[in-house]
């Protein structure tokens, strides 16, 4: 049975910094593209960072809203993947959600974010709270 379980969220203030990690299990999470989500409520889920396996070189996308400030990266030999969050603004106020793919390669580029159907697997979420 595979399981994704985010930690790491919580509240902040403007211009703080948060790590999110996601660990996996029942599934091989090191051959696949991972990635993170975000979602308000009453909005689509955004797709913010993918990460493909290290076969295909660790390769990143971010999507806009996030490029400069966010980092994903992954650690193959605990499962786990991470997203570094770094001078966070009220509009990144959101559940955050990990998601694992059945594909080594995830090959989006602006404007073509990624699509929570291309995932299968998805965590619990994580709540991520940033105030002024």
């Known amino acids: 049975q595979v399981q994704l379980v985010e930690s790491g969220g919580g509240s902040v203030q403007v211009g703080g910094s948060l790590r999110l990690s996601c660990a996996a299990s029942?599934?091989?999470?090191?051959?696949?593209?991972l990635a993170w989500f975000r979602q308000v409520p009453g909005k689509k889920r955004e797709g913010i960072a993918t990460?493909?396996?290290?076969?295909?070189?660790?390769?990143?996308f971010y999507a806009d809203s996030v490029k400069g400030r966010f980092t994903i990266s992954r650690d193959d030999a605990e499962s786990t993947i991470s997203l570094q969050m770094n001078n966070l603004q009220p509009e990144d106020t959101a559940m955050y959600y990990c998601?694992?793919?059945?594909?080594?390669?995830?090959?989006?580029?602006?404007?073509?974010?990624?699509?929570?159907?291309?995932?299968?697997?998805w965590g619990q979420g994580t709540q991520v709270t940033v105030s002024s």
């Open positions: 998601a694992g793919s059945r594909r080594s390669t995830c090959n989006y580029y602006t404007p073509y974010d990624p699509v929570p159907d291309d995932f299968p697997w």
């Open positions: 990460i493909n396996s290290q076969d295909d070189g660790r390769g990143t």
């Open positions: 029942g599934y091989a999470a090191e051959r696949y593209c």
